[in-house]
Nanobody
Framework: HVQLVESGGGSVQTGGSLRLACTAS????????MGWFRQSPGKKREEVAT???????TYADSVKGRFTISRDNAANTVYLQMNSLRPEDTAVYYC???????????WGQGTQVTVS
């Protein structure tokens, strides 16, 4: 079992930056892949970025070039650096983890990001 604690959300003006952090505790087997999803009212949940233990990353087209995912394996923490934020980035951001080649089984409580 994995518990995820997120931090770093908040409100920012268009063009600003925020950094989200998520620390996992529990079975490291289930944190092979760590990442972020987001959801805003009336929109489908969107996979934002993922990062495997082997360094492989994925990004949604909507955030490429603006967001960067990274992780500190020693601290079991994943980060999402968000630059050049836009109003359409406003959403609740969820940290997720999974074992290798598995679905995202563990979700954080979510942190609100508001861009105005």
């Amino acid at each position: 079992h994995v518990q995820l604690v997120e931090s770093g959300g908040g409100s920012v003006q268009t063009g600003g930056s925020l950094r989200l952090a998520c620390t996992a505790s529990g079975n490291s087997y289930d944190t092979y892949c760590m990442g972020w999803f987001r959801q805003s009212p009336g929109k489908k949940r969107e996979e934002v970025a993922t990062l495997d233990n082997d360094g492989s990353t994925t990004y949604a087209d909507s955030v490429k070039g603006r967001f960067t995912i990274s992780r500190d394996n020693a601290a079991n923490t994943v980060y999402l650096q968000m630059n050049s934020l836009r109003p359409e980035d406003t959403a609740v951001y969820y940290c997720v983890t999974s074992a290798a080649l598995a679905d995202f089984a563990y979700w954080g409580q979510g942190t609100q990001v508001t861009v105005s």
